[in-house]
């Protein structure tokens, strides 16, 4: 709450106010926000491109977050050096979620197809849903993670693999910070906010986490042979990417589960 009275003009709101219901109100920020230089140190949140904020809320033990274009960083500084030294895990599971991130955006249901539109603009969600645009920037980001995602991992002297896992990174929150994603990031949610016990490797050993990434890649085989129905031309085109070869539409959510 500290930083929050320092970055807006409202010290009398609650920060709750702003939190996504139901935990929250959902309100819209209305307030001047004063600048926020994102300066990410992991290729994977895409952070520093988008209007989304998440965050632990332990007196519910939930995992929530506060989504409102209003606090989209003024400039993000996006600089391979300051990834260079992230250990094998961390590097794996933040390449997850811009694998993730891009898959999502690009498989969300369409901005056509989204509605009722809310009567005040101001309530407009911070995602809305595939488009043209955020479809240029997922696609991409599904290139570069099939090429120096696994580099990335297996070399951390791989400096062009970290370099364009960052870049991917970034180019996946574009999309994603348009698009919106869908069941792995919610079922992350649930998963890492009812973590009592797990550790992870290359994490600290003082936290009970199960890191982000993780908890959003391991429903993701699941998650797009469910959705391959939805849109079978699309999951098709991913599988394709990804594994470098010819996939059928008819095939598509059983090979990008694969």
């Given amino acids: 709450k500290q930083w929050y009275q ?40 895409g952070s520093e491109t988008t209007g989304v904020a998440v965050f632990d809320y332990e007196p519910l033990k939930a995992k929530t ?39 999502e955006s690009y498989t969300a249901l369409s901005y056509t197809e989204r509605g009722p539109a809310p009567e005040n603009p101001k309530f407009r969600p911070a995602y809305q849903g595939s488009n043209p645009l955020s479809d240029v920037w997922s696609k991409h980001a599904c290139h570069i993670v099939s090429k120096y995602f696994k580099r990335a991992v297996q070399d951390p002297e791989d400096y062009e693999a970290r370099c364009q896992m960052h870049l991917a990174s970034s180019m996946a929150g574009v999309g994603f910070g348009n698009a919106g994603v869908h069941l792995c990031h919610g079922l992350s949610y649930s998963i890492s906010g009812l973590n009592r016990d797990y550790r992870s490797t290359d994490y600290s050993d003082e936290i009970k986490l199960i890191p982000h990434g993780l908890s959003v ?42």
């Fill in 65 to 103: 977050g506060i989504a409102n274009r209003a606090i989209r960083p003024t400039l993000g500084l996006v600089d391979p050096d300051n990834i260079i030294s992230m250990p094998a895990r961390v590097t794996a599971y933040s390449g997850f979620d811009v694998l993730c991130h891009a898959i």
């Fill in 217 to 258: 890649c391991i429903t993701a085989p699941a998650v797009f042979s469910a959705t391959a129905d939805s849109s079978p031309e699309r999951h098709a085109e991913i599988a394709e990417i990804l594994g470098g070869k010819p996939v059928r539409k008819e095939d598509g959510g059983e090979a990008l589960s694969d």
């Fill in 6 to 45: 320092r970055r807006v003009r409202d010290p009398e709101a609650d920060f709750l106010d702003f939190v996504n219901p139901p935990i929250g109100k959902g309100l819209p920020v209305t307030k001047h926000l004063l600048p926020l230089l994102a300066v990410p140190t992991t290729a994977g949140t």
